[in-house]
């Protein structure tokens, strides 16, 4: 599996850009995963229903299944929060793994930018990326700067980057895990 990261600020279009992206990718024969990091808690259950009251009485893990989808919630507990890397091994095979979030963890991304949400761009301290999508014109003579509202263009940069090896910047080892 490929790894690419979606970085950038808090409202800057990151979630928006990856709900674009699935569909266009989908249609040029990948299949797609997305992998999302929440910074605060998060909760997928409802109060009440069984699996919630199966993890309030202190269940491990729950896995809830239906005709069209299954969903396992793990407790961590104590445990360290795990990273990218033992995350991307609960995922099912697939050809491109979209992250949102783990901005840490060495990993080609492009880098999204807004006008409405101003703040630094983090291309200049983060080596591991790869091209800057923006709404605004961007001076950089170093990376791509693709339109983020062209999300055909967009894809067509993630397929091209693919076919190129999904390399990181400067050729280093891509951003692929065996799982």
């Known amino acids: 599996m490929i790894i690419l990261g979606i970085a950038g600020w808090s409202g800057s279009g990151k979630t928006t850009l990856i709900e674009r992206l699935i569909p266009l990718l989908q249609a040029r ?33 729950v896995l809830v299944s239906s005709a069209q989808r299954w969903a396992l ?8 929060e795990p990273g990218l890397e033992q995350l991307v091994t609960r995922l099912s095979p697939c050809d491109l793994v979209l992250v949102e979030g783990f901005k840490r963890e060495a990993v080609p991304r492009i880098e999204v930018r807004r006008a ?5 761009l ?58």
């Open 29 to 61: 024969g990948l299949v797609v995963s997305v992998l999302k990091h929440a910074h605060h808690g998060f909760d997928l259950d409802t109060p009440g229903k069984d699996s919630w009251r199966h993890r309030e009485a202190g269940a491990y893990e």
């Open 73 to 80: 919630l793990h407790e961590v507990g104590a445990a360290a």
């Open 116 to 120: 409405a949400r101003p703040a630094p």
């Open 122 to 179: 983090l291309a200049p301290t983060d080596p591991w990326i790869i091209a800057i999508a923006s709404d605004r014109p961007q001076q950089d003579e170093t990376l791509p700067v693709l339109d983020l509202n062209d999300a055909p263009a967009l894809a067509g940069f993630v397929m091209a980057w693919l076919e190129q090896g999904g390399r990181a910047p400067g050729g280093a080892a891509p951003g692929e895990r065996e799982c």
